[in-house]
Nanobody, 118 residues
Framework: QVQLVESGGGLVQAGGSLKLSCTASGRTVSRDLMAWFRQAPGKEREVVAAINWSGGDRRYADSVKGRFTISRDNAKNTVYLQMNSLKPEDTAVYYC???????????WGQGTQITVSS
């Protein structure tokens, strides 16, 4: 009953910036966490960043800390991922996710490809 739609992304040069957006529609009441995951070829899916309802608790993978910023606008049911100083190793399919907390994510977007070239 919940749909997540990602936008943004594409092909960028190393050192460049990109901003992803994900908007949720449907019954999203009581779902606290929004997060971004990514999956690179040959690797398992990993969490990149997560944010709680108020935005006061933000967590990042060590590999992106200091370069990526997650934020949300609850009035728009949207989560953002600002990606700066992009590296080729950031190349992956990025997924938006929504869940109630406790590491559980019930709903997922279809993903968007991010490619960072040297």
């Amino acid at each position: 009953q919940v749909q997540l739609v990602e936008s943004g992304g594409g092909l960028v040069q190393a050192g460049g910036s990109l901003k992803l957006s994900c908007t949720a529609s449907g019954r999203t009441v009581s779902r606290d966490l929004m997060a971004w995951f990514r999956q690179a070829p040959g690797k398992e899916r990993e969490v990149v960043a997560a944010i709680n309802w108020s935005g006061g608790d933000r967590r990042y993978a060590d590999s992106v800390k200091g370069r990526f910023t997650i934020s949300r606008d609850n009035a728009k049911n949207t989560v953002y991922l600002q990606m700066n100083s992009l590296k080729p190793e950031d190349t992956a399919v990025y997924y938006c996710a929504l869940g109630p907390g406790g590491g559980q994510y019930e709903f997922w977007g279809q993903g968007t490809q991010i490619t960072v070239s040297s």
